[in-house]
Protein backbone atom coordinates (compact mmCIF):
# COMPACT_ATOMS: atom_id res chain seq x y z
CA UNK A 1 0.00 0.00 0.00
CA UNK A 2 1.43 3.77 -0.73
CA UNK A 3 2.14 6.09 1.50
CA UNK A 4 -0.46 8.42 0.11
CA UNK A 5 -3.17 5.70 0.70
CA UNK A 6 -2.63 5.22 4.17
CA UNK A 7 -1.97 8.54 5.33
CA UNK A 8 -5.94 9.49 5.61
CA UNK A 9 -6.33 6.41 7.39
CA UNK A 10 -3.08 7.31 10.27
CA UNK A 11 -4.98 10.17 10.57
CA UNK A 12 -8.73 9.40 11.25
CA UNK A 13 -7.29 6.59 13.77
CA UNK A 14 -5.07 9.73 15.92
CA UNK A 15 -7.98 11.33 15.89
CA UNK A 16 -10.37 9.15 16.92
CA UNK A 17 -7.95 8.18 20.01
CA UNK A 18 -7.64 11.55 20.71
CA UNK A 19 -11.10 12.20 20.89
CA UNK A 20 -11.86 9.21 22.96
CA UNK A 21 -9.77 10.39 25.79
CA UNK A 22 -10.68 13.56 25.75
CA UNK A 23 -14.00 12.53 26.32
CA UNK A 24 -12.88 10.03 28.92
CA UNK A 25 -11.17 12.71 30.73
CA UNK A 26 -14.46 15.15 30.80
CA UNK A 27 -16.17 12.34 32.14
CA UNK A 28 -14.05 12.04 34.66
CA UNK A 29 -14.16 15.66 35.70
CA UNK A 30 -18.03 15.48 36.67
CA UNK A 31 -18.11 14.84 40.34
CA UNK A 32 -20.42 12.37 42.23
CA UNK A 33 -23.18 14.22 44.04
CA UNK A 34 -22.35 14.84 47.31
CA UNK A 35 -23.39 11.22 50.15
CA UNK A 36 -27.27 12.50 51.46
CA UNK A 37 -27.65 13.99 54.55
CA UNK A 38 -29.15 12.39 57.77
CA UNK A 39 -32.33 14.11 57.17
CA UNK A 40 -32.84 11.78 54.09
CA UNK A 41 -32.35 8.81 55.38
CA UNK A 42 -33.39 9.02 58.83
CA UNK A 43 -36.67 11.44 59.85
CA UNK A 44 -35.23 13.92 62.31
CA UNK A 45 -37.10 14.61 65.85
CA UNK A 46 -36.70 17.32 67.73
CA UNK A 47 -38.61 19.38 71.08
CA UNK A 48 -38.48 22.41 70.49
CA UNK A 49 -39.47 22.32 66.46
CA UNK A 50 -41.95 20.43 63.75
CA UNK A 51 -40.47 18.99 61.50
CA UNK A 52 -41.22 18.52 57.76
CA UNK A 53 -39.74 16.60 54.84
CA UNK A 54 -40.99 15.94 51.45
CA UNK A 55 -39.63 14.61 48.34
CA UNK A 56 -40.62 14.92 44.50
CA UNK A 57 -39.69 12.39 41.53
CA UNK A 58 -38.01 15.08 39.07
CA UNK A 59 -39.33 12.40 36.25
CA UNK A 60 -43.19 12.26 37.92
CA UNK A 61 -43.50 15.74 39.07
CA UNK A 62 -42.27 17.64 35.93
CA UNK A 63 -40.78 21.17 36.01
CA UNK A 64 -42.37 21.55 39.57
CA UNK A 65 -40.38 19.42 41.19
CA UNK A 66 -39.06 21.87 43.60
CA UNK A 67 -42.79 23.41 44.51
CA UNK A 68 -44.10 19.94 44.85
CA UNK A 69 -41.45 18.57 47.13
CA UNK A 70 -41.87 22.09 49.17
CA UNK A 71 -45.74 21.57 49.35
CA UNK A 72 -44.71 17.99 50.75
CA UNK A 73 -42.67 19.00 53.22
CA UNK A 74 -45.06 21.88 54.62
CA UNK A 75 -47.58 19.02 54.78
CA UNK A 76 -45.68 17.05 56.33
CA UNK A 77 -44.72 19.44 58.99
CA UNK A 78 -48.55 19.96 59.92
CA UNK A 79 -49.43 16.58 60.42
CA UNK A 80 -46.91 16.93 63.48
CA UNK A 81 -48.88 19.49 64.73
CA UNK A 82 -51.86 18.33 66.99
CA UNK A 83 -54.97 19.75 67.28
CA UNK A 84 -56.54 19.23 70.44
CA UNK A 85 -60.15 19.62 71.70
CA UNK A 86 -59.96 21.78 75.39
CA UNK A 87 -62.45 21.28 77.55
CA UNK A 88 -63.66 24.64 77.88
CA UNK A 89 -63.71 24.95 74.09
CA UNK A 90 -67.25 25.55 72.29
CA UNK A 91 -66.62 22.17 70.43
CA UNK A 92 -66.08 20.53 73.46
CA UNK A 93 -69.97 21.40 74.30
CA UNK A 94 -71.12 19.89 70.99
CA UNK A 95 -71.76 16.51 73.04
CA UNK A 96 -73.36 14.20 70.01
CA UNK A 97 -72.02 15.88 67.12
CA UNK A 98 -68.97 13.20 66.70
CA UNK A 99 -69.02 13.52 63.12
CA UNK A 100 -69.27 17.53 63.22
CA UNK A 101 -65.77 16.99 65.64
CA UNK A 102 -63.74 14.76 63.44
CA UNK A 103 -64.58 16.86 59.98
CA UNK A 104 -63.61 20.41 62.04
CA UNK A 105 -59.88 18.99 63.34
CA UNK A 106 -59.51 17.14 59.84
CA UNK A 107 -60.03 20.74 58.21
CA UNK A 108 -58.21 22.80 60.83
CA UNK A 109 -55.31 20.51 59.80
CA UNK A 110 -55.58 20.90 56.36
CA UNK A 111 -55.80 24.46 56.63
CA UNK A 112 -52.59 24.09 59.08
CA UNK A 113 -50.79 23.10 56.29
CA UNK A 114 -51.83 25.85 53.69
CA UNK A 115 -51.66 28.67 56.39
CA UNK A 116 -48.40 28.01 58.30
CA UNK A 117 -46.65 30.89 58.69
CA UNK A 118 -43.09 31.37 60.26
CA UNK A 119 -41.45 28.21 58.97
CA UNK A 120 -37.80 27.78 57.88
CA UNK A 121 -35.65 26.30 55.23
CA UNK A 122 -33.17 23.77 57.06
CA UNK A 123 -32.11 22.10 54.18
CA UNK A 124 -31.87 20.69 50.25
CA UNK A 125 -30.82 17.37 48.60
CA UNK A 126 -31.12 16.33 44.95
CA UNK A 127 -29.93 14.00 42.97
CA UNK A 128 -30.51 13.35 38.68
CA UNK A 129 -33.61 11.68 39.80
CA UNK A 130 -35.21 13.13 42.98
CA UNK A 131 -35.75 16.50 44.55
CA UNK A 132 -35.69 16.82 49.11
CA UNK A 133 -36.50 19.49 50.76
CA UNK A 134 -36.22 19.92 54.79
CA UNK A 135 -38.19 22.64 57.01
CA UNK A 136 -38.89 22.85 60.75
CA UNK A 137 -40.93 25.37 62.55
CA UNK A 138 -40.10 26.65 66.51
CA UNK A 139 -42.93 25.35 68.00
CA UNK A 140 -42.87 28.32 70.65
CA UNK A 141 -42.98 30.56 67.32
CA UNK A 142 -46.22 28.75 66.27
CA UNK A 143 -47.78 29.09 69.90
CA UNK A 144 -46.93 32.87 69.79
CA UNK A 145 -48.45 33.47 66.32
CA UNK A 146 -51.45 31.20 66.85
CA UNK A 147 -51.62 32.97 70.42
CA UNK A 148 -52.08 36.44 68.66
CA UNK A 149 -54.08 35.50 65.56
CA UNK A 150 -57.11 33.98 68.72
CA UNK A 151 -56.47 37.24 70.11
CA UNK A 152 -57.05 39.27 67.29
CA UNK A 153 -60.46 37.10 66.83
CA UNK A 154 -61.81 37.70 70.19
CA UNK A 155 -60.59 41.36 69.92
CA UNK A 156 -63.37 41.45 66.82
CA UNK A 157 -65.55 39.50 68.71
CA UNK A 158 -65.90 41.38 71.29
CA UNK A 159 -66.59 44.10 69.48
CA UNK A 160 -69.79 42.69 67.59
CA UNK A 161 -70.78 41.33 71.47
CA UNK A 162 -71.03 44.56 72.17
CA UNK A 163 -72.68 46.01 69.34
CA UNK A 164 -75.41 43.33 70.07
CA UNK A 165 -75.86 43.71 73.78
CA UNK A 166 -76.61 47.99 72.77
CA UNK A 167 -79.10 46.36 70.26
CA UNK A 168 -80.51 44.19 72.68
CA UNK A 169 -81.32 46.46 75.56
CA UNK A 170 -83.12 48.79 73.27
CA UNK A 171 -85.29 45.74 72.22
CA UNK A 172 -84.07 44.77 68.43
CA UNK A 173 -83.23 41.18 68.67
CA UNK A 174 -83.20 40.47 65.41
CA UNK A 175 -80.14 43.14 65.21
CA UNK A 176 -78.44 41.59 68.19
CA UNK A 177 -78.42 38.28 66.88
CA UNK A 178 -76.97 39.23 64.06
CA UNK A 179 -74.41 40.83 65.91
CA UNK A 180 -73.54 37.75 68.11
CA UNK A 181 -73.89 35.41 65.17
CA UNK A 182 -71.10 37.90 63.84
CA UNK A 183 -69.42 37.49 66.95
CA UNK A 184 -69.34 33.70 66.86
CA UNK A 185 -68.07 33.64 63.33
CA UNK A 186 -64.55 35.88 64.37
CA UNK A 187 -64.06 32.43 66.03
CA UNK A 188 -65.20 30.30 63.68
CA UNK A 189 -61.23 29.00 63.21
CA UNK A 190 -60.45 28.20 66.95
CA UNK A 191 -63.75 26.91 68.73
CA UNK A 192 -61.67 24.45 69.80
CA UNK A 193 -60.07 26.55 72.16
CA UNK A 194 -60.69 27.52 75.54
CA UNK A 195 -60.32 31.08 74.56
CA UNK A 196 -59.85 32.71 77.96
CA UNK A 197 -60.17 36.17 78.43
CA UNK A 198 -61.67 38.95 80.53
CA UNK A 199 -65.22 39.55 80.05
CA UNK A 200 -67.34 42.50 82.45
CA UNK A 201 -64.27 42.57 84.42
CA UNK A 202 -63.93 38.51 85.23
CA UNK A 203 -62.08 35.88 83.24
CA UNK A 204 -64.25 33.83 81.61
CA UNK A 205 -63.92 31.26 78.62
CA UNK A 206 -65.25 33.32 75.63
CA UNK A 207 -66.69 30.92 73.44
CA UNK A 208 -69.20 29.30 76.06
CA UNK A 209 -70.07 32.96 77.59
CA UNK A 210 -71.21 34.01 74.23
CA UNK A 211 -73.06 30.78 73.57
CA UNK A 212 -74.99 31.75 77.18
CA UNK A 213 -75.62 34.94 75.93
CA UNK A 214 -77.18 33.93 72.83
CA UNK A 215 -79.35 31.21 74.43
CA UNK A 216 -80.56 34.19 77.18
CA UNK A 217 -81.05 36.05 73.65
CA UNK A 218 -83.33 33.55 71.74
CA UNK A 219 -84.90 33.11 75.24
CA UNK A 220 -86.20 36.97 74.52
CA UNK A 221 -88.64 36.20 71.99
CA UNK A 222 -91.95 34.17 70.81
CA UNK A 223 -93.04 33.26 68.11
CA UNK A 224 -96.60 31.49 67.52
CA UNK A 225 -99.53 31.09 64.77
CA UNK A 226 -101.99 33.62 64.01
CA UNK A 227 -104.11 30.73 62.82
CA UNK A 228 -103.63 27.33 65.00
CA UNK A 229 -105.56 24.90 62.26
CA UNK A 230 -107.57 25.16 59.20
CA UNK A 231 -108.76 22.79 56.83
CA UNK A 232 -108.02 22.90 52.97
CA UNK A 233 -109.50 20.52 50.53
CA UNK A 234 -106.44 18.14 48.89
CA UNK A 235 -105.81 19.82 45.43
CA UNK A 236 -106.06 23.52 46.15
CA UNK A 237 -103.16 25.62 47.02
CA UNK A 238 -103.12 26.54 50.74
CA UNK A 239 -103.45 30.43 51.07
CA UNK A 240 -100.14 32.25 52.11
CA UNK A 241 -102.62 34.42 54.52
CA UNK A 242 -103.01 31.34 56.20
CA UNK A 243 -99.46 30.26 57.32
CA UNK A 244 -98.36 33.22 59.25
CA UNK A 245 -96.92 33.20 62.16
CA UNK A 246 -96.39 36.43 64.26
CA UNK A 247 -92.97 36.91 66.55
CA UNK A 248 -92.95 38.92 69.53
CA UNK A 249 -90.62 39.20 72.66
CA UNK A 250 -91.32 38.95 76.10
CA UNK A 251 -92.91 42.23 76.94
CA UNK A 252 -95.41 42.09 73.62
CA UNK A 253 -93.46 44.63 71.46
CA UNK A 254 -93.50 43.10 67.65
CA UNK A 255 -89.98 42.07 66.42
CA UNK A 256 -89.53 42.65 62.60
CA UNK A 257 -86.36 41.35 60.95
CA UNK A 258 -86.00 38.18 62.51
CA UNK A 259 -84.89 35.32 60.47
CA UNK A 260 -87.55 31.69 60.47
CA UNK A 261 -87.16 28.95 59.06
CA UNK A 262 -90.47 26.38 58.22
CA UNK A 263 -90.39 22.36 57.80
CA UNK A 264 -93.79 19.87 57.23
CA UNK A 265 -92.69 16.80 57.40
CA UNK A 266 -91.57 15.42 54.09
CA UNK A 267 -93.63 17.83 51.87
CA UNK A 268 -91.41 20.72 50.18
CA UNK A 269 -92.09 23.79 50.86
CA UNK A 270 -92.20 26.71 47.99
CA UNK A 271 -90.77 28.94 50.54
CA UNK A 272 -89.28 27.25 53.32
CA UNK A 273 -87.05 30.56 54.67
CA UNK A 274 -88.71 33.91 55.73
CA UNK A 275 -88.38 37.45 57.66
CA UNK A 276 -90.57 38.57 59.77
CA UNK A 277 -92.30 42.62 58.05
CA UNK A 278 -92.69 45.62 60.56
CA UNK A 279 -95.92 43.82 61.47
CA UNK A 280 -94.00 40.69 63.03
CA UNK A 281 -95.33 38.71 60.56
CA UNK A 282 -93.91 35.95 58.54
CA UNK A 283 -95.44 33.20 56.48
CA UNK A 284 -94.44 30.29 54.61
CA UNK A 285 -95.82 29.31 51.16
CA UNK A 286 -96.82 26.04 51.22
CA UNK A 287 -98.48 25.74 47.84
CA UNK A 288 -100.34 21.90 46.84
CA UNK A 289 -100.31 19.57 49.99
CA UNK A 290 -100.08 16.24 48.35
CA UNK A 291 -100.65 13.90 51.81
CA UNK A 292 -103.98 14.04 53.44
CA UNK A 293 -104.91 14.23 57.02
CA UNK A 294 -103.00 16.30 59.96
CA UNK A 295 -100.43 18.24 58.74
CA UNK A 296 -97.98 20.10 60.62
CA UNK A 297 -96.36 23.15 59.20
CA UNK A 298 -93.50 24.00 61.96
CA UNK A 299 -91.72 27.28 62.07
CA UNK A 300 -88.30 27.95 64.49
CA UNK A 301 -86.25 31.03 64.45
CA UNK A 302 -82.74 31.01 63.28
CA UNK A 303 -79.62 33.12 63.79
CA UNK A 304 -78.77 32.92 59.83
CA UNK A 305 -80.72 32.27 57.12
CA UNK A 306 -77.63 31.80 54.76
CA UNK A 307 -74.99 30.30 56.69
CA UNK A 308 -73.02 28.29 54.21
CA UNK A 309 -70.84 31.23 54.43
CA UNK A 310 -70.17 30.02 58.13
CA UNK A 311 -70.98 26.62 57.73
CA UNK A 312 -69.41 25.78 61.23
CA UNK A 313 -70.85 28.16 63.18
CA UNK A 314 -74.13 26.93 61.14
CA UNK A 315 -73.86 24.06 62.93
CA UNK A 316 -72.77 25.55 66.69
CA UNK A 317 -76.27 27.17 66.15
CA UNK A 318 -77.65 24.25 66.04
CA UNK A 319 -77.32 23.64 69.70
CA UNK A 320 -79.11 26.83 70.63
CA UNK A 321 -82.84 26.01 72.09
CA UNK A 322 -84.45 28.81 69.74
CA UNK A 323 -87.97 29.76 70.09
CA UNK A 324 -90.35 27.32 67.92
CA UNK A 325 -94.19 26.75 66.80
CA UNK A 326 -96.14 24.85 64.77
CA UNK A 327 -100.11 25.19 63.06
CA UNK A 328 -101.86 22.20 61.81
CA UNK A 329 -103.33 22.24 58.27
CA UNK A 330 -106.05 19.61 57.80
CA UNK A 331 -105.92 18.38 54.39
CA UNK A 332 -108.94 16.36 53.25
CA UNK A 333 -109.80 14.49 50.59
CA UNK A 334 -111.87 15.86 47.65
CA UNK A 335 -115.64 14.92 47.49
CA UNK A 336 -116.41 14.78 43.87
CA UNK A 337 -120.02 14.10 42.47
CA UNK A 338 -120.67 12.55 38.83
CA UNK A 339 -122.58 13.58 35.98
CA UNK A 340 -122.99 10.53 33.28
CA UNK A 341 -124.30 11.28 30.44
CA UNK A 342 -123.91 7.46 28.13
CA UNK A 343 -125.68 7.19 24.44
CA UNK A 344 -125.80 4.24 22.68
CA UNK A 345 -126.40 4.93 18.67
CA UNK A 346 -127.98 8.22 19.80
CA UNK A 347 -130.15 7.05 22.06
CA UNK A 348 -129.67 6.61 26.19
CA UNK A 349 -128.49 3.34 28.23
CA UNK A 350 -127.47 2.61 31.48
CA UNK A 351 -124.96 4.27 32.71
CA UNK A 352 -124.15 1.74 35.70
CA UNK A 353 -120.82 0.05 34.49
CA UNK A 354 -119.22 3.33 34.43
CA UNK A 355 -120.55 4.40 37.32
CA UNK A 356 -118.72 1.94 39.15
CA UNK A 357 -115.78 2.13 37.20
CA UNK A 358 -115.18 5.84 38.10
CA UNK A 359 -115.84 5.34 41.86
CA UNK A 360 -113.46 2.28 41.55
CA UNK A 361 -110.78 4.80 40.27
CA UNK A 362 -111.52 7.13 43.27
CA UNK A 363 -110.68 5.19 45.87
CA UNK A 364 -107.69 3.96 44.34
CA UNK A 365 -106.94 7.74 43.34
CA UNK A 366 -107.45 9.01 47.23
CA UNK A 367 -110.77 10.82 46.45
CA UNK A 368 -114.17 9.83 47.24
CA UNK A 369 -117.48 10.29 45.14
CA UNK A 370 -120.98 11.73 46.46
CA UNK A 371 -124.49 11.46 45.70
CA UNK A 372 -125.00 14.87 46.89
CA UNK A 373 -123.93 17.67 44.95
CA UNK A 374 -124.31 20.66 47.64
CA UNK A 375 -121.55 18.37 49.14
CA UNK A 376 -119.00 18.04 46.65
CA UNK A 377 -115.50 19.80 46.58
CA UNK A 378 -115.53 19.49 42.21
CA UNK A 379 -118.17 18.13 40.02
CA UNK A 380 -117.28 15.30 37.27
CA UNK A 381 -118.95 14.75 33.94
CA UNK A 382 -118.30 11.97 31.71
CA UNK A 383 -120.20 12.04 28.24
CA UNK A 384 -119.77 8.62 25.99
CA UNK A 385 -121.20 8.27 22.81
CA UNK A 386 -120.72 4.87 20.68
CA UNK A 387 -122.24 4.03 17.76
CA UNK A 388 -121.73 1.13 14.73
CA UNK A 389 -118.98 2.07 12.20
CA UNK A 390 -119.81 -0.80 9.86
CA UNK A 391 -118.41 -4.46 8.80
CA UNK A 392 -115.09 -5.33 7.43
CA UNK A 393 -114.47 -8.67 6.94
CA UNK A 394 -117.52 -10.55 9.31
CA UNK A 395 -116.17 -8.02 11.81
CA UNK A 396 -118.88 -5.27 13.16
CA UNK A 397 -117.34 -2.57 14.68
CA UNK A 398 -117.81 0.57 17.12
CA UNK A 399 -116.37 3.55 17.73
CA UNK A 400 -116.43 5.37 20.98
CA UNK A 401 -116.11 9.35 21.41
CA UNK A 402 -116.84 11.90 24.52
CA UNK A 403 -114.94 13.57 27.75
CA UNK A 404 -114.31 13.70 31.21
CA UNK A 405 -114.17 16.99 32.62
CA UNK A 406 -113.70 18.13 36.58
CA UNK A 407 -115.22 21.32 37.56
CA UNK A 408 -114.97 23.27 41.09
CA UNK A 409 -118.30 23.22 42.53
CA UNK A 410 -117.99 26.89 43.75
CA UNK A 411 -116.80 28.82 40.94
CA UNK A 412 -117.75 26.30 37.94
CA UNK A 413 -114.08 26.96 36.61
CA UNK A 414 -113.39 23.72 34.57
CA UNK A 415 -109.75 21.88 36.39
CA UNK A 416 -109.32 19.13 33.92
CA UNK A 417 -110.55 17.78 30.66
CA UNK A 418 -109.50 14.76 28.49
CA UNK A 419 -111.06 13.36 25.77
CA UNK A 420 -112.01 9.60 24.76
CA UNK A 421 -111.83 9.73 20.83
CA UNK A 422 -109.91 6.85 19.44
CA UNK A 423 -111.63 3.87 21.55
CA UNK A 424 -113.04 0.72 19.14
CA UNK A 425 -114.44 -2.01 19.80
CA UNK A 426 -114.07 -5.19 17.23
CA UNK A 427 -116.29 -8.69 17.35
CA UNK A 428 -118.13 -10.99 15.82
CA UNK A 429 -121.62 -8.83 16.03
CA UNK A 430 -122.79 -5.39 17.19
CA UNK A 431 -123.68 -6.13 20.89
CA UNK A 432 -120.29 -7.68 21.54
CA UNK A 433 -118.10 -5.14 19.55
CA UNK A 434 -119.95 -2.68 22.21
CA UNK A 435 -118.77 -4.26 25.23
CA UNK A 436 -115.49 -4.83 23.91
CA UNK A 437 -115.53 -0.84 23.59
CA UNK A 438 -116.98 -0.44 26.72
CA UNK A 439 -114.38 -2.40 28.42
CA UNK A 440 -111.49 -0.56 26.85
CA UNK A 441 -112.92 2.48 27.85
CA UNK A 442 -113.07 1.60 31.52
CA UNK A 443 -109.40 0.82 31.20
CA UNK A 444 -108.05 4.15 30.02
CA UNK A 445 -110.79 5.26 32.59
CA UNK A 446 -109.34 3.62 35.46
CA UNK A 447 -106.06 3.06 34.71
CA UNK A 448 -104.90 6.05 32.69
CA UNK A 449 -107.53 9.52 33.01
CA UNK A 450 -108.33 9.30 36.42
CA UNK A 451 -104.12 8.99 37.13
CA UNK A 452 -103.89 11.97 35.14
CA UNK A 453 -106.39 13.96 36.78
CA UNK A 454 -104.40 13.06 40.01
CA UNK A 455 -101.32 13.58 39.40
CA UNK A 456 -102.50 17.22 37.92
CA UNK A 457 -105.17 18.74 40.17
CA UNK A 458 -104.19 16.84 43.76
CA UNK A 459 -100.22 16.25 43.67
Sequence with gaps: ?????????????????????????????????PPPPNWVS??????????????AGKVSAGANYMQIAKENAL????????????GNSILYTM?????????????????????????????????????YMFYK?????????????????????????????????????????????????????????????????????????????????ANELTIEPVIQEFTITQGNVVPDNKTVFLIKDRRGKVQSGVQVVFSMGEEVLLKEKAISDHTGKVNSSAGKIKSTGRNVLKAKLIADLDSKKHEVIGRVMENIQWPSSAMIIMVEAPHVFLKVDQMKNAKKVS????????????????????????EANLVAKIVLNSKESGVYQDL?????????????????TEVFRESFDGIRGVDLNYDRAYNKGLEAFKKRLIYETIPRFRRKHLD
Excluded: H, W
Design 137 to 217: LSKARYKALRDAKINTAISLSKQSRAEGKQQASNGNYAQAMQNYYQALASLEEYINEPLKTEIDGQEQFYGNALLKEMQQL
Design 396 to 412: YSVTFSGYLSFQDAKTN
Design 1 to 33: MSVNKCFPVFVFVVALSVFSCRAKKQAEAVPPP
Design 95 to 131: ENETGFKEDFLSTTKLSSSVNLEGFEQSGVYETPNSY
Design 42 to 55: ERPTSPAYYIGVGI
Design 75 to 86: NDLASEIKVNVS
Design 351 to 374: NVEVIQAFSSAAISNSFMTTAKQN
